[in-house]
């Protein structure tokens, strides 16, 4: 019996043995995975840019070697959307000053719904601002941007606008920057294919506002490596098959996409919004009358003469962009619909309350005569 508990302790070890043996006859297993793997290990993106210029195939190698730049074209249409939207909420509402003293985080928290929807775009516009490598072209157009600077809320919302004061020469904002450096990836790389391949020239252009994915030259690794590894071996080994890999690029990521157009910034500042041509916009839209009475403002404080002046900028700046109230409707009306600060009761009982937009350049010529005749007085 101890001779037999012997013998099954050794068969015992001698299975787990024959196991483990199993295991390691096993290993081809392995190698063969070893083997497929350095067989894939040759595919990538560099190696099929090599083997198109060596292979006389000038527009794929073009293009495999800019896919590394055009990463920054994902992030084009939530960048694009928050500077419209900065400018659309901010326009005609902001002096300059206040827009370079004001941070975008100090905005988001003065406004929660806005920095609730816009926070995602700008954390794409920084994704795309870390990966921006802009051409000497750009830098050179945009001289005193720093590209490397890291984005955070703390930008001042200056940064982010298109709009830019008349008659200063400060540096352009980063949007600007960052917009023609998209505009200038998409239209390079597309002009060197188009000179290579003019079949697929598209002659047609898209304003960089209404761009969407399917205008760009967007790609990722992950979309391309199924066409890499399946073209790579596919007739000789170690060899991709160009002919294929260069149609099926093209026609899947080149043909259709057009060129970019320039953004087109309708920011006004709140000091240019009264400028004599914009007027000039206002007057043909909705005609200006005079005051039919002149109004007793002397019994008027300061600080409501000034926020009446503020209102009737904010009303000067949207009329002249888009007029298209009534010119029978009241002021009154308009600044409650831009959301401005609600005219104080002195102006109010001195008959502000019941001008019409026909009133509305009398109306802020004569408040803002006032403050300045007061100012001289107080001068004096």
């Not at 595919?43 to 840019?49: H, L």
């Not at 998409?186 to 697929?200: F, G, K, N, Y």
């Amino acid at each position: 019996s101890e001779h037999s508990a012997t013998m099954a302790t050794m068969a015992a070890g001698s299975g787990g043995s024959s196991g483990r043996g199993s295991s390691g006859s096993n290993s081809s297993g392995p190698d063969r995975e070893g083997k497929l793997w350095q067989y894939r290990r040759g595919v990538s993106i560099e190696s099929a840019a090599l083997a198109a210029e060596i292979g006389a195939k000038p527009a794929l190698a073009v293009f495999l070697r800019a896919v590394p730049r055009l990463r920054t074209l994902q992030f084009l249409p939530d960048a694009v959307r928050l500077v419209t939207e900065l400018e659309r909420r901010l326009n005609a509402r902001l002096r300059v000053t206040e827009a370079r003293r004001m941070t975008l985080g100090d905005y988001f928290s003065s406004d929660a719904a806005a920095g609730e929807e816009l926070t995602p775009l700008f954390h794409a516009f920084a994704s795309a601002w870390r990966l921006a490598s802009p051409s000497q072209a750009v830098r050179s157009r945009r001289p005193g941007v720093t590209w490397a600077s890291p984005l955070t809320l703390e930008v001042p919302l200056s940064s982010l606008l298109c709009g830019h004061r008349r008659g200063t020469h400060e540096a352009q904002p980063i949007a600007v920057a960052l917009l023609d450096h998209f505009v200038d990836e998409q239209t390079s790389v597309l002009e060197q294919i188009w000179a290579m391949c003019p079949d697929l020239r598209v002659s047609d252009s898209v304003p960089l506002s209404s761009a969407v994915l399917a205008d760009l030259l967007v790609l990722s690794e992950e979309s391309l490596w199924p066409l890499l590894a399946a073209s790579f071996g596919l007739l000789e080994l170690d060899k991709y098959h160009l002919d294929s890999l260069g149609h099926q690029v093209m026609e899947r990521f080149v043909r259709g996409r057009r060129q970019l157009r320039d953004y087109s910034s309708s920011m006004a500042f709140r000091e240019d919004c009264t400028e004599a041509r914009q007027l000039e916009v206002l007057r043909a839209a909705i005609p200006q009358e005079a005051l039919g009475l002149p109004l007793l403002l002397w019994q008027v404080e300061d600080a409501d003469l000034a926020v009446g002046v503020r209102a009737c900028e904010v009303a000067l700046g949207v009329l002249t962009t888009s007029p298209a109230w009534p010119r029978e409707a009241k002021v009154v009306d308009l600044f409650a619909k831009l959301q401005v600060s609600a005219l104080p009761g002195p102006l109010l009982a001195v008959g502000v309350g019941d001008l019409q937009l026909r009133h509305l350049e009398a109306l802020w010529k004569a408040l803002a005569l006032e403050i300045a005749l007061r100012a001289a007085a107080a001068g004096e």
